[in-house]
């Protein structure tokens, strides 16, 4: 059907249009008499091609605004040729040869422009109808004759041609006298006005020469006007036929004679047609012109005429078959739709019987189908069962994992005690055991948060709400972070208008909640801060629990975030699992109420728990018999794990500074604090917890190497790497990455970022410590092979394409301020664009010398070439290698080659 409906529509289309082709004419002359007829020409003979679109500007006379309406044209439109009349040859001059110089080509009608660049002249030889014209009066006036010439517009190229041209043929004929010249400007207003400021010299004038018809109209009108008896005979020059034109002004015998000028429209167009033919046409085409006068007119004005009367009847012929067209696309668009309805019927006709085959097939396939569901829903019921046992397994497999996890803690936990409290341990043991101790409690808390997550996940998690006094349960709670707030430098406050609030809650579930939100607020509070719990009675007959700090906030953005599972903020001071918010809001649904935050970022944080009064709320299987609480010592145990700050010993920093330096940057305080002891007993150490601190420091402090975690607030370890190995200031450095990303892909990309070595989480501290000297010494090494290469004036081999820049430039500057005495090191930091410590330290890194030593090693050696080749003074060696004192020179010198210059020149 489709195919039958394409070769329908096919059949009844129109044939392919023709490329269409674009034309533009562009003059500045105003549309007189003889513009009219030129454009008139133009436009009949373009009816006659319906594949040329014509574009048409007219200037009028300014030819400024000429060029503007070309260079517009140029850029908004597709120009195939350009036909352009100027007003004037040398202002239009350059947009010429820019659009011949595009591949345009350029038709120049009437006038030339003063460069050779462009495709074609038309136009009748103004010189020669000058000639014509003075022959012209040769032949007509025998006796003394004077005459007075009306040129065109000054500069134009048709006035000079025409006016030199006139000149050369009255040399023939030494009886006529050209007695004065004015210009007409080509209009009859301005050469009645210069003709009339001249009329003294009319009185002798036999004969005016006018440039053109309308010019020579406006001489008639001046000496009508000033000597009415005295026929004085003007010759005009385009003879235009029709009304108004120079064969009407020769019929009524205002002019004499008038010179035929083609008006070169017709020509132009065909012109452009054989261009776009790629038909070969000549540079210039000269058009021959003929007087017309009292002999010759009235057959000019018949042939005009018959002209005209043959130009309507085409007129009227292209209108009826535009007509005709016209009648045959609406014909042609009823035909498709008769064609298309028709297709359009089959179609559906088609389908409506195909349709009625394939129900009757679907209601045999129905009956099948519905006995097939029948069986499934039966299999459904069965997986369902299946699946419950393994819903049951896996809760039991995941209980019984928990409290395989729970038992080697344990064990881990009560030693560790037993040695903090009875064992006699350095500062150091102290230390460690606390380290182990802390992080010991975070994974058993992370632990007890996955076990209760899972069993309120699978519905396993039941409530055992007793009536208790929220007031004071929350009170002992509060109280017992108190000792943990003060070390932290946060004050902690308790408030409740009321002593006794009675609510059923679940002792052992509801403690996870307020431990973990008063946890988190004294860990996100900044220094000196506080912490507010507050408890007491909402207006809606609930009771309320807020938890309030002024630390570092959230941004709004994240705040419908923050319950959700595994979430953590964006650039958190404090890296936490993602889970405890998440249960905590869990637990409070269980008690079948809420809880909700509120928060400004760096200003203040607001959780606010609401629960129900009564028990109304609670099913028989959410309330216990028993209403004893449960002893919270392990869980504050396990939940001030987190606010335990472990204390470094300082005095590292008033001992003696270290050769090398190390940055280390890593968000987790206590891995951070960690490997700051361990590195100081070597290096000078930096830390930064942050992406943007990090980089901060690499720039500040020049470090000899960087060790840095991948996971990172604000710039991960990755982009890190890239930002320093990209910089030519820090390309040297080496770089270690430390991270838990432990798979081939992750360790391939860290090295793809241009990492020295890739180190994965967990790793031993001698490990690392041997991969940080092995780089150091290799980069001693790289030290020595350029500082060696220093004298020389071949580069070093650099393996980093940044630090061979850097020598490069280095090497350039120095070598061109050799014989600058005045040359400083500000002059290099200036021309690299770097601080005087940034390249002291860069030059140190990588030439291990200072940057004086370099630029004297550099001038000495320059001195050493020249007194070996060259045959100079020791002082003019002394000046051009940028010394001001000879004997200093000398000195130098001698100190590094163990001889004078002058010695040096004699051996």
Known sequence: MCCLLAVLLYGCASPTDKQIHTIYFSQCTGLDLWRQKMLAEMRTELSLHSDLEFLYTDARGDSRLQVQQISRMLLEKKIDVLIISPNEAHPLTPIVEEAYNKGIPVITIDRKTSSPLYTTFIGADNYEMGKMAARYLGSVFHGKTNVLEVMGLAGSSPTIERANGFSAGLADFPNIHLKDRLYGDWLKTTAEARLEADSAELKDIDVIFAHNDNMGYGARMVLDKLEP????????????????????????????????????????????????????????NILKSFVVDSNNVQLMKMQYNKIVSQQNDIEKQQQLLAEQRSVYRSQQIVLNIIVISLVLALVFGGLAFFSLKENRKINKSLEAKNSEIQDQRNQLIEISAKAAEATEARLNFFTNVSHEFRTPLTLMLSPLSDMLSREKLSATGIRNTKLIQQNTYRLLKLVNQLIDYRKIEIDKQRLKATENNLVSYVQDITNSFTAHAKKNNVHLYFSSPQSSIKVWFDTELLDKVIFNLISNAIKFSREDGHVTVTVGMSNDNQVFVKVEDNGVGIYEKEIPLVFDQFYQADNAPVIGSGIGLSLAREIIRLHHGTIEVKS???KSTTFTILLPIGDQHLGSVE???????????????????????????????????????????????????????????????????????????????????????????????????????????????????????????QQISGLNAMADLYITKPFHFHYLLAGV??????????????????????????????????????????????????????????LIGISRMQLYRKTKALLDCSVSDYILARRLRKAQYLLKNEDLSISEVTYMVGFSNPNYFSTVFKSKYGCTPSEYRRS
């Not at 996971?711 to 040297?732: A, W, Y």
């Open 229 to 284: 008896g005295k026929h004085t005979r003007i010759i005009g020059m385009d003879a235009l036929p029709g009304h108004g034109g120079g064969m009407e002004m020769v019929s009524d015998h205002v002019l004499n004679a008038s010179l035929v000028y083609p008006t070169l429209g017709k020509e132009a167009i065909l012109t452009a047609i054989r261009i776009l033919n790629k038909e070969t046409v000549p540079k210039e």
């Open 600 to 602: 400004q970022k760096w």
């Open 623 to 745: 309330k216990a018999q028993d209403s004893s609480m449960q002893d919270s010592h392990q869980q504050l145990d396990i939940y001030q794990g987190d606010l335990e700050k472990i204390s470094y010993d300082e005095g590292a920093a008033f001992t003696a500074p270290k050769e090398l330096s190390v940055l280390l940057i890593e968000d987790n305080t206590d891995l951070l604090d960690y490997l700051k002891e361990q590195f100081s007993a070597h290096f000078e150490v930096f830390t930064a917890s942050n992406g943007n601190d990090g980089l901060s420091q690499a720039y500040e402090k020049l470090p000899d190497l960087i060790i840095s975690d991948v996971v990172l607030p604000n710039q991960s370890g990755k982009e890190i790497t890239r930002i320093l190995k990209s910089d030519f200031r820090t390309s040297h450095i080496p770089i270690i990455l430390l991270t838990a990303q432990t798979s081939i892909e």
């Open 773 to 830: 000297n092995t780089l150091l010494k290799n980069r001693i090494l790289l030290k020595n092979h350029y500082s060696s290469e220093i004298p020389q004036n071949e580069k070093p081999p650099v393996a980093r394409s940044l630090d061979k820049k850097f020598l490069s430039d280095l090497a350039g500057i120095v070598e061109q301020n050799l014989g600058n005495e005045q040359f400083s090191i500000e002059d290099i930091c200036k």
